[in-house]
């Protein structure tokens, strides 16, 4: 069945860049998304890609597919305390449809 | 617009006992999502609905029922709750031909 995997921890310093990698197994994602969840809250969308983009860039947030190895990252520049929380890759196969999501990354940033 | 509410935020149930959670929607979304956060395991898609009066399972549907009575309201039961159902419950909904789910805020349960 459909899988996607997350590394669970990543650890910065503040100002540095952080990259979130994700893999999926499915190949007929067609649309793959960012979510990020701050303490005892809900989800909330950072951004989403459709599978025939290689790389879409949203101010500090850059995300690229390398759909040929199933693999997805989410590149924040300028990493901010305010970045600390857990980060979901999740992937759908039609607009509207269920998602299937990673473990989710816990995003550490130190000052 | 309050967008997806959740009731309750917080609940402690005995084993055996039953619990209906409900969410709530104003953004008149067709889709409507229950899913359950574990740790270490994401998100993991309960039951799910696509219309009112129509639902369907997830990843992991046993143990619960759901109902879509109405178009802005999802139900998601537990006849009888045992420990493994202890978790945080995400209700989302989106529209038909969106990219984005939007979430409610979770019910954090603890079965004993």
């Known amino acids: 069945g459909e899988d996607v995997e997350q590394s669970l921890f990543l650890s910065v310093r503040e100002g540095d860049s952080s990259v979130i990698n994700c893999t999926y197994t499915?190949?007929?994602?067609?649309?793959l998304y960012w979510y990020k969840q701050e303490p005892g809250a809900g989800l909330q969308l950072l951004t989403y890609?459709?599978?025939?983009?290689d790389m879409k860039q949203d101010q500090r947030l850059t995300v690229l597919l390398n759909k040929k190895d199933k693999h997805l990252s989410l590149r924040i520049a300028d990493t901010q305390t305010g970045d600390s929380a857990i980060y979901f890759c999740?992937?759908?196969?039609?607009?509207?449809?269920?998602?299937?999501f990673g473990q989710g990354t816990e995003l550490s940033v130190k000052p | 617009n309050a967008g997806v509410t959740q009731t309750p935020k917080f609940r402690v149930l005995k084993t055996g006992q039953s619990m209906t959670l409900l969410c709530a929607q104003d953004?008149?979304?067709?889709?409507m999502y229950w899913y359950r956060q574990d740790p270490g395991m994401g998100l993991r898609l309960i039951h799910y609905?696509?219309?009112?009066?129509?639902?369907a399972k997830g990843e992991v549907p046993d143990g619960y029922n759901v109902s879509r009575l109405k178009k802005q309201n999802f139900l998601l039961g537990l006849e009888s709750a045992a420990p493994s159902q202890t978790s945080v419950y995400f209700c989302?909904?989106?529209?038909?031909?969106?990219?984005?789910?939007?979430f409610g805020p979770g019910t954090r349960l603890t079965v004993l």
């Open positions: 609905s696509v219309g009112e009066g129509t639902t």
């Open positions: 953004m008149n979304h067709e889709y």
């Open positions: 499915d190949s007929s994602s067609t649309y």
């Open positions: 890609i459709f599978s025939n983009m």
């Open positions: 989302a909904s989106s529209g038909q031909f969106s990219n984005e789910q939007f």
């Open positions: 999740a992937e759908s196969s039609h607009q509207g449809g269920k998602l299937i």
